[in-house]
């Protein structure tokens, strides 16, 4: 039997879940388009769903064997998805509804980290009615502002002056969930992918902008990735295990994403978990796969087996 067919009768039918309808619609269409090709390039018997909210409505996965999601977002990235698979007895890559949506919600994971004693920027939560002055004295200036449920680094504003907090807080509002300041870490930025419940080598992310943004992200071309960066094997197991640990209490599953940022004095703080982190060619777990000489394409594969839940997989897949 040819490599292809056997892995075709191994893993199925696959519906590669993409596009949604929140605001990182293009970067999951660019995802999922990725592993579409790098799966059919597998011999793996996989087919391309664009979900928008109407084939949401009237989903039917009948024929599917397993869905290998790539939707970033509202509605693909917050357990909403998951659900939907979970009732549709449709095995699916990557977290639960329950880690999916700690995860999905920013807010959520620093109230549940700070009760397991992980480590992350102080916050105070915005309402309507804020006061500036107040917020930007416990905080200390500057900080950032944060939308709790966007993604991609849509709605966030770094906040230099008091004066600019209502400003920053529309922005915010403009996306899903509560706002929130939260002091700004001056430091270091990392990042740690996790692909079988396993870390993957740390990367350190150094761009010339104010922050690590949307344009940072995805468009500009002067952003650098370090990996491995200029740590100590001691520092780089710390930054791993720290972000497993993170992983771990917000019930996440298979693969995903913690960035992490460290301060001048080499404390640790948490900054948001991905549990289905970006697959494009600016996107950081591919990045980091590519350091242990794992290709795109046995990513999309180990990336795959976490759809089988009890932790294997098909045979030498």
């Not at 930007?136 to 770094?158: E, F, H, N, Y």
């Not at 990367?203 to 902008?209: A, F, L």
Request: hydrophobic share 40%; net charge negative; glycine share 12%.
């Amino acid at each position: 039997m040819k490599r292809g067919s056997e892995r075709s009768r191994r893993y199925g039918r696959v519906a590669v879940l993409m596009g949604g309808w929140s605001g990182e619609r293009e970067i999951s269409l660019a995802s999922g388009s990725a592993v579409l090709q790098a799966l059919l390039r597998s011999g793996v018997d996989a087919v391309a769903i664009d979900l928008t909210v109407e084939r949401a409505r009237n989903l039917d996965l009948l024929g599917f064997d397993r869905a290998f999601i790539a939707l970033h977002g509202t509605g693909g990235e917050d357990g909403t998805i998951q659900g939907c698979l979970d009732i549709a007895g449709v095995p699916y890559t990557g977290s639960g509804v329950l880690g999916s949506a700690l995860g999905m919600d920013k807010l959520a994971c620093k109230r549940l980290w700070s009760g397991t004693g992980l480590p992350s920027a102080p916050y105070r939560l915005l309402s309507p009615d804020f006061d500036p002055e107040a917020v930007a004295d416990a905080l200390g200036l500057p900080l950032i502002v944060k939308p709790s449920r966007g993604g991609s680094s849509l709605g966030l504003s770094r906040v230099d002056d008091a004066a600019e907090l209502r400003g920053a807080y529309q922005e915010a509002s403009r996306h899903p969930g509560a706002v929130f300041a939260e002091q700004w870490i001056v430091g270091k930025e990392y990042t740690v992918a996790i692909v079988g419940n396993e870390p993957l080598p740390v990367i350190q992310i150094e761009t010339p902008g104010r922050f690590y943004d949307y344009h940072a992200k995805y468009e500009a071309d002067t952003t650098r990735y370090l990996c491995p960066p200029p740590l100590d094997s001691g520092a780089l197991i710390e930054l791993q295990t720290l972000a497993l640990s993170a992983f771990a209490a917000i019930d996440g599953y298979g693969w995903g994403r913690i960035d992490l940022l460290q301060d001048a004095h080499g404390e640790n703080y948490l900054i948001e978990v991905n549990t289905v982190p970006g697959m494009t060619g600016h996107s950081l777990v591919p990045k980091a796969a590519a350091q242990t000489g794992i290709g795109f394409d046995e990513l999309c594969l180990r990336i795959l087996n976490t759809s089988f839940r009890n932790g294997g997989g098909p045979d030498d897949a």
